[in-house]
């Protein structure tokens, strides 16, 4: 089955990022990506944008070339309390917000920090997906993280590039992380977390570890554009009318 969203992708406004939002929409007409969202780092990391980056994203149109953009950012979660760097300004213009732990905004310290920080972030109710949970740097307890995020109607994210460039070691962890959302009756997020446009759309890894422990589809939020757009109407967002056909 393929997923027609993507909900993960950086552009050069992250300068450790390499291809522009126009590049990424190329891609996503030759994959059948209807709709993507455009999530740079949020400004606490050194290189990411500045927060008018954000505020200013409702300049962009709802459809380029005949592919739907979400305004997103992917925020970073900065203490114990669940804070991040996405203020009330800049959430304003969005359509959606990610978080997760990106050294040197947070650093390791324990699981049990680790774990009080995502319940908090989940709590806050001003994050709709968790972002690379499985990161080994940051062991969580995975059940209880998953429990809250299914209460709260949070998804956590399996995030492909960890199985590719990036936080290696997670897959194990990313493991126990489906399972336990899967017990909890709680959704996930697959996200390609491209850098470069080239990877926009690839959930390979992602998905053949959902299918080892039969996570069930109809819970992955990528299913469909009408899915994930009411899954976010669902958190609060406002009905965004120019995605009414997707």
Not at 53 to 64: E, G, K, Q, T, V
């Amino acid at each position: 089955m393929s997923y027609p969203v993507d909900l993960h992708t950086h552009t050069i406004a992250s300068s450790h990022a390499y291809s522009t939002l126009y590049e990424y929409v190329t891609v996503a007409k030759q994959r059948g990506i209807r709709l993507f969202a455009n999530t740079d780092h949020g400004p606490a990391l050194g290189d990411a944008p500045h927060e008018w980056h954000f505020s200013n994203l409702a300049i962009l149109p709802r459809f380029i070339d005949g592919v739907g953009i979400l305004r997103g950012i992917e925020a970073n979660i900065l203490n114990v309390d669940g804070e991040t760097d996405c203020n009330d300004r800049m959430r304003r213009s969005l359509d959606l917000v990610l978080a997760g732990f990106h050294p040197p905004s947070i650093q390791p310290t324990s699981r049990e920090a680790h774990t009080e920080a995502l319940i908090n972030c989940i709590k806050s109710r001003k994050v709709d997906i968790i972002t690379h949970p499985g990161n080994p740097k940051f062991p969580i307890d995975a059940v209880a993280v998953a429990q809250a995020a299914a209460k709260y109607h949070v998804a956590l994210e399996i995030n492909n590039s960890s199985f590719l460039h990036s936080r290696v070691g997670s897959y194990d962890n990313c493991l126990t992380i489906a399972t336990a959302v899967r017990d909890a009756g709680g959704w996930v997020s697959i996200g390609s977390d491209s850098h470069y446009a080239g990877y926009l759309g690839n959930f390979e890894k992602s998905l053949a570890l959902l299918e080892a422990v039969d996570f069930p589809s109809e819970r992955i939020l990528n299913q469909s554009p009408r899915v994930l757009l009411d899954f976010l109407e669902s958190r609060g967002w406002a009905k965004i009318v120019e995605f009414a056909d997707l």
